[in-house]
């Protein structure tokens, strides 16, 4: 097998594309590959210009054919490890072909200095969890794909007193909607955007592919709650809840209920018969409010992440 460094990205976005949908494929064959925009939009457009670069390799096989590759995502913001992306083929999913990149791209990673890394793999990727642990990573946090196929049955709207509540096709406060997730994801290192100049950026890239709808808590002028949702305008395609959060003081107040359940009437009335969820850890919000409103957890999708400090 040979591992190419130095490259053009361009010159091997096809093998990227191919690689990715194929995953993609095997873990979700209900959606319809959509990988070439996104890699377009992360390569080009979205990294280099937000605080995030990247660096990637390639492996191919003796016939000179791509068939894995694993990126490095680094950030300007020392105190945040930064993070490895891995695609394989399914058919070279293989301890072999991880242990050719990992410790390659970790050797990169120690270079330019990265004060550490984070990493995942899907839970029933069990060869390449193996080459993970014996790269010194330890698990510390669970992700969790959750799906909602029944939009039929969902409960009535209830406001609580005392909040108002507003929907957006932008995010009209970036400042207050950083605080919020980011109080909403302190424990999750690897929420982006992080910054009100990124999140703008991130919202750019994402209204290519998606309709997106943000929801609002508020008390007085002050944001608490806020809820985004990214729908594609294909049916066969993603809807997504991609973040929700509440801020610590206004929660069990049943705020983070009221946004879900406005998004999750919207979709409905839309005419969609699906919605996933990515989620962190089990917490109240981030498990509990799913399942209250009949998501389950699809373990294929769900994931751990890693951690290795240099």
């Not at 709207?157 to 994801?185: C, H, L, R, W």
């Given at each position: 097998m040979k591992i190419e460094k130095n490259y053009d990205i361009e010159s091997k976005i096809e093998a990227f594309i191919d690689i990715s949908e194929q995953v993609r494929l095997k873990y979700r064959p209900e959606a319809l590959p959509e990988t070439r925009e996104r890699l377009d939009d992360q390569f080009s457009n979205y990294w280099p210009k937000t605080n995030f670069e990247t660096d990637v390799l390639l492996a191919s096989n003796e016939e000179g054919k791509p068939i894995a590759f694993v990126a490095l995502l680094k950030t300007e913001a020392v105190e945040n490890p930064w993070s490895l992306s891995y695609n394989v083929y399914p058919e070279y999913d293989t301890t072999e072909v991880a242990n050719l990149l990992f410790p390659e791209m970790i050797n990169i990673a120690k270079e330019q200095k990265a004060p550490g890394l984070i990493t995942s793999h899907r839970i029933?990727?069990?060869?390449?969890?193996?080459v993970i642990q014996s790269q010194n990573f330890i698990a510390y946090h669970n992700t969790y794909m959750l799906y909602l196929k029944n939009l039929d049955i969902l409960p009535?709207?209830?406001?609580?007193?005392?909040?108002?509540?507003?929907?957006?096709?932008?995010?009209?406060?970036?400042?207050?909607?950083?605080?919020?997730?980011?109080?909403?994801?302190?424990?999750?290192e690897g929420f982006v955007p992080d910054t009100p100049e990124t999140i703008k950026d991130w919202e750019i890239m994402e209204k290519k592919r998606f309709n997106i709808a943000h929801y609002y808590a508020y008390e007085g002028k002050r944001l608490v709650g806020a809820c985004t949702v990214?729908?594609?305008?294909?049916?066969?395609?993603?809807?997504?809840?991609?973040?929700?959060?509440?801020?610590?003081?206004?929660?069990?107040?049943?705020?983070?209920?009221?946004?879900?359940?406005?998004?999750?009437?919207?979709?409905?009335q839309k005419g969609k018969k699906k919605v996933n969820i990515w989620t962190?850890?089990?917490?109240?919000?981030?498990?509990?409010?799913?399942?209250?409103?009949?998501f389950e957890i699809d373990n294929p999708n769900s994931s751990i992440l890693y951690k290795q400090k240099f």
């Open positions: 029933d990727q069990t060869d390449l969890k193996k009535k709207i209830a406001i609580p007193m005392g909040f108002s509540f507003d929907k957006s096709s932008q995010i009209t406060d970036p400042i207050q909607y950083v605080n919020v997730m980011n109080e909403a994801y302190k424990n999750f990214e729908d594609n305008l294909d049916e066969n395609r993603n809807r997504r809840i991609d973040s929700i959060g509440v801020l610590e003081k206004y929660r069990n107040k049943g705020i983070g209920s009221a946004l879900m359940n406005m998004a999750l009437h919207d979709l409905h962190q850890g089990k917490t109240t919000m981030a498990i509990g409010l799913p399942l209250k409103f009949g």
